[in-house]
C-alpha cells in the first residue's frame, strides 16, 4: 500500500524575449517560476549588439552624429544633443540661445512622445488596446511637430556642433504650439483615464513595489527612479542647453510601484509641454542658429569631455576622448535603459507571470508576453522546449509522458 | 467615482473615417521642409566629391557622367555624385556640406521598391545633351 506521496516540484523556465513584436529592444527575461509565482529573473542582453561604440571610433567626429542618432530611434535628439555637447567641450565652441532653445524644443517633443508610446504599450499589455491606439493616435500629433521642427518623424537629425541644422520660423512655431496644446488636453484627459479606470488601475497599482533605498542602491535612473521617491534629474542638476532659463519640475512620486511609475511619465509629458510652449513664446533671437556646416573646425584638439542628459528613460552620458586625430579615440555611451533593465532582476520576484510584462514595461523597455516555455524535468535534468500551443491542450498530453504541470 | 468616459471616444472612432491612411493608395501628407528624395544638379556640380566623403551612410559613388551629355566647364572630371536611395538615410549631411549649394530637395518619400533606386536619372536630367 502506498501511504505517502511525494511530489517534486517541476520548475518552469519561461524565457520573455528576445523577440516579439512589441518589443522596443530584444532583451531576454529568463524567468523561474514556482506555480504562478516568479522566484528568480535573469536578464541576458546583447541581442542587439551593433558594435556602435567601435563604429565611431572608425568614423569622423562629424560622421559619428549621425551615427550616434542611430543608436536609439526613439530618443536620437537627446543622443545627438549629448554626443554634440561633447564635440562643443573639445573645441571650446558655445551655440547661441536661440540654438540651445530649438534643441530643448526638440528634445522636449521627443520626451512627450516617448512617454506616450511607453504609457500605450502599457495600456497594451493590460490588454486595455483601445486605449493602446487612442493614445498612439493622439501622439502622431507630437511626431508632426517634430517634423515640422526637425524634417522627419523620427530620425530628427537635428544637432550640430554649433547649433542646430534648420531655424524655425514663427509661423511653425505657432503650428507646433498649436499642437502640443492640443497634444496638453489630451495628456491631461489620459492622466485621468490612468488614475481612475479599474482596468489600469487593477493591474498596476501595487505591482513591482520598489523601494527608494533599492533604487539609489541598484543604480535605476530616470522615472523609475523618481517614482520610488528618488529626487533625479539631470535637467535641473546639470541646466544644459536652455534649461538654465526653462526650469523643469521634477516629478517625483513616492508610491514606488508600476502606476506610480506610468503616472511620473504622464507628469513629466504634462511638464515637457509647458517647457516646449514657453519656450517656443520666448525664443531668443540673438541670430541664426544654423551652424554654416562648411566652415566648422576640421581638426578636433587632443581632449576628452563627459556630458550627461537627461533622456525620457533617465540619465544618458557620454564620454568622448579626443587625440588630435580625425576620428575620436573613444566614444563610451552609458544609457539608462541598460541599468534599469540588468539591474532590476529583483523587482519581478513575488509577483506572478501575468505581473511580469506589467513590470518590464513599468521600466520602459516594454518586453511583453511569453512565447515558449522550457520544460526542466527535475529528475533527470531534461530539457524540452515546447511550444505554448501544445502545452494550452492541457494537463491529459503530458500526463504519459511524465511530465507533470503543477 | 467619476469615471472618464472612454465609450464616446471608442463610439465616434466606429462610426467615423478610419484614422489609418491607406499608404500607397493615399499619399500621407508631408512637410514642404521634409527630408525627402534629393539629388545634384549638375549645373552647379563641380564633381569635388565632398559629399562622398562626408556621407555617413556611405551611400554616394562618384560616377562618370556619359560622354552624350555636356558637362559644365567646372566640372572637369565629368563627375556626379549618384546617391543609392536604398542605403541613404536622409541626414542632408551632403546637403548643406556642398559647397556649391548643388543639392536640390525635395519632400518625395516613396521610394520604397524592389528595383535598385538611384538618383542617376535625376541627376542626368539636369544637364543637356551635346548636340
Known amino acids: ?16 524575449g528576445p523577440q516579439h513584436p512589441a518589443l522596443h529592444e530584444p532583451v531576454l527575461l529568463k524567468a523561474y517560476v514556482d506555480g504562478e509565482t516568479v522566484v528568480k529573473v535573469e536578464v541576458n542582453t546583447g541581442y542587439n549588439h551593433r558594435g556602435i561604440e567601435k563604429l565611431c571610433e572608425q568614423n569622423t567626429f562629424y560622421k559619428d552624429i549621425f551615427i550616434i542618432g542611430r543608436v536609439c530611434g526613439i530618443c536620437n535628439t537627446v543622443h545627438t544633443d549629448v554626443y554634440v555637447r561633447a564635440l ?27 512617454h506616450m508610446l511607453i504609457n500605450a504599450v502599457m495600456a497594451e499589455v493590460v490588454g486595455f488596446d483601445t486605449l493602446f491606439m487612442s493614445i498612439m493616435l493622439d501622439r ?90 528618488v529626487r ?25 510601484d508600476s502606476w506610480a511609475r506610468m503616472m511620473v511619465r504622464w507628469d513629466e509629458a504634462l511638464v515637457s509641454a509647458e517647457i516646449v510652449l514657453s519656450a517656443l513664446s520666448k525664443l531668443p533671437r540673438d541670430g541664426s542658429p544654423v551652424p554654416d556646416e562648411r566652415k566648422l573646425p576640421r581638426k ?26 580625425a576620428n ?79 | 467615482m467619476a469615471r472618464p468616459r472612454l465609450l464616446p471616444a471608442v463610439v465616434r472612432s466606429l462610426l467615423g473615417r478610419p484614422s489609418t491612411v491607406q499608404y500607397p493608395y493615399v499619399k500621407t501628407e508631408v512637410e514642404a521642409a521634409y527630408r525627402g528624395r534629393h539629388y545634384a544638379d549638375l549645373k552647379k556640380c563641380t564633381g569635388c566629391s565632398l559629399c562622398a566623403i562626408e556621407c555617413p551612410a556611405d551611400a554616394i559613388a562618384m560616377t562618370q557622367i556619359p560622354a552624350h551629355l555636356e558637362a559644365p566647364k567646372s566640372n572637369p572630371r565629368r563627375v556626379y555624385p549618384k546617391i543609392d536611395y536604398g542605403r541613404c538615410v536622409f541626414c542632408y549631411r551632403c546637403v548643406t556640406v556642398c559647397p556649391f549649394d548643388a543639392y536640390v530637395t525635395t519632400n518625395f518619400y516613396g521610394m520604397a ?15 543637356e545633351r551635346v548636340v
Request: contains cysteine; positive net charge.
Open chain 1, 300 to 325: 578636433f584638439p587632443p581632449g576628452e569631455a563627459y556630458t550627461r542628459v537627461e533622456a525620457p528613460r533617465g540619465e544618458l552620458t557620454y564620454y568622448v576622448m579626443s587625440d588630435g586625430k
Open chain 1, 88 to 114: 562643443e567641450q573639445i573645441l571650446g565652441l558655445e551655440p547661441n540661445r536661440r540654438a540651445k532653445y530649438l534643441r530643448v524644443v526638440a528634445m522636449e517633443l521627443e520626451r512627450i512622445h516617448s
Open chain 1, 328 to 406: 575620436p579615440y573613444r566614444v563610451k555611451i552609458r544609457t539608462p535603459s541598460f541599468t534599469n533593465i540588468v539591474n532590476s532582476a529583483f523587482l519581478y520576484e513575488g509577483y506572478t507571470i501575468a505581473d511580469l510584462p506589467v513590470i518590464l514595461a513599468s521600466l520602459d523597455p516594454c518586453i511583453s508576453c511569453m512565447e515558449r516555455a522550457v520544460i526542466t524535468d527535475l529528475r533527470t535534468g531534461e530539457r524540452r522546449t515546447v511550444p505554448f500551443t501544445q502545452l494550452s491542450r492541457g494537463d491529459k498530453a503530458w500526463r504519459g509522458r511524465g511530465f507533470y504541470l503543477l
Open chain 1, 1 to 16: 500500500m502506498v501511504d505517502k506521496v511525494v511530489e517534486l516540484p517541476v520548475t518552469i523556465e519561461i524565457p520573455v
Open chain 1, 232 to 256: 533625479i534629474d539631470a535637467r535641473v542638476s546639470d541646466r544644459y542647453d536652455a534649461y538654465d532659463e526653462l526650469q523643469p519640475e521634477v516629478v517625483v512620486r513616492g508610491e514606488g
Open chain 1, 140 to 229: 502622431e500629433k507630437v511626431m508632426k511637430a517634430k517634423e515640422i521642427l526637425t524634417g522627419a518623424r523620427v530620425m530628427a537629425d537635428y544637432m550640430m556642433v554649433g547649433g542646430v541644422r534648420r531655424d524655425l520660423s514663427d509661423a511653425d512655431a505657432g503650428r507646433i504650439a498649436k499642437l502640443v496644446e492640443q497634444v496638453r488636453e489630451r495628456l491631461t484627459y489620459y492622466k485621468r483615464v490612468f488614475e481612475e479606470d479599474t482596468t489600469i488601475t487593477k493591474r498596476l497599482i501595487g505591482v513591482g513595489v520598489l523601494k527608494r533605498v533599492d533604487a539609489v542602491r541598484h543604480t535605476l535612473l530616470g522615472p523609475v527612479a523618481r517614482g520610488s521617491g
Open chain 2, 113 to 127: 521598391g524592389p528595383r535598385e533606386n538611384t538618383s542617376e536619372q535625376l541627376s542626368l536630367g539636369t544637364l
